[in-house]
T-cell receptor, first 113, second 112 residues
Framework: QKEVEQDPGPLSVPEGAIVSLNCTYS??????FMWYRQYSRKGPELLMY????GNKEDGRFTAQVDKSSKYISLFIRDSQPSDSATYLC?????????????FGTGTLLAVQP | DADVTQTPRNRITKTGKRIMLECSQT?????MYWYRQDPGLGLQLIYY???????NKGEISDGYSVSRQAQAKFSLSLESAIPNQTALYFC???????????FGEGSRLTVL
């Protein structure tokens, strides 16, 4: 079993839809949770960064962490064609332990105009 | 210009050839990383370096070597390339213990 599981998609939604992207994990010691966005032919870029459980909101994006269920989510409201990308979840044992950053496989999202 | 530059962006080579992927950064970050991305496997850490004299193996270092020539330069070598090293390779940088990880645009390597 992988430490981090992520549905690869692809996920296709109409413009304006609410998108829910999810990851599950097995290591209860993970404390830092991240979402990266990767456009085609580009490197990943950090989108959201959350410590421990709870919600974090940034514009149209909300990151949610449920440590009791070992489940994290990224919600995108009013999705736009420019949101079409692969979304990677990532997590680590400690905020500085990037050498231990574990990535999900990524979910490919297509937002149709 | 990109803050994290990888060269070459694309390379096709043959089995047994030596190949080097180079990474340079203008961000002034101390930490540099090499990742490999494969469909269905996500990003896997190959090597990382906290400074010029500190090189560490990641999850999948076998068949790879690295050199940190300067704080701004970190190269990845495949001494004798094999087909299952065909992948997308990313260099990344980070400032200190808690900084954000910044990725280059990737180097696509095909080994025939």
């Amino acid at each position: 079993q992988k430490e981090v599981e992520q549905d690869p998609g692809p996920l296709s939604v109409p413009e304006g839809a609410i998108v829910s992207l999810n990851c599950t994990y097995s290591n209860s010691a993970f404390q830092y949770f991240m979402w990266y966005r990767q456009y085609s032919r580009k490197g990943p870029e950090l989108l959201m960064y959350t410590y421990s459980s709870g919600n974090k909101e940034d514009g149209r994006f909300t990151a949610q962490v449920d440590k009791s269920s070992k489940y994290i989510s990224l919600f995108i409201r009013d999705s736009q064609p420019s949101d079409s990308a692969t979304y990677l979840c990532a997590m680590s044992l400690g905020g500085g332990a990037t050498n231990k950053l574990i990535f999900g496989t990524g979910t490919l999202l297509a937002v149709q105009p | 210009d990109a803050d994290v530059t990888q060269t070459p962006r694309n390379r096709i080579t043959k089995t047994g050839k030596r190949i080097m992927l180079e990474c340079s950064q203008t961000k002034g970050h101390d930490r540099m990383y090499w990742y490999r991305q494969d469909p269905g496997l996500g990003l896997q850490l190959i090597y990382y370096s906290f400074d010029v004299k500190d090189i560490n193996k990641g999850e999948i270092s076998d068949g790879y070597s690295v050199s940190r020539q300067a704080q701004a330069k970190f190269s990845l070598s495949l001494e004798s390339a094999i087909p299952n090293q065909t992948a997308l390779y990313f260099c990344a940088t980070k400032l200190g213990h808690t900084g954000e990880l910044f990725f280059g645009e990737g180097s696509r390597l095909t080994v025939l």
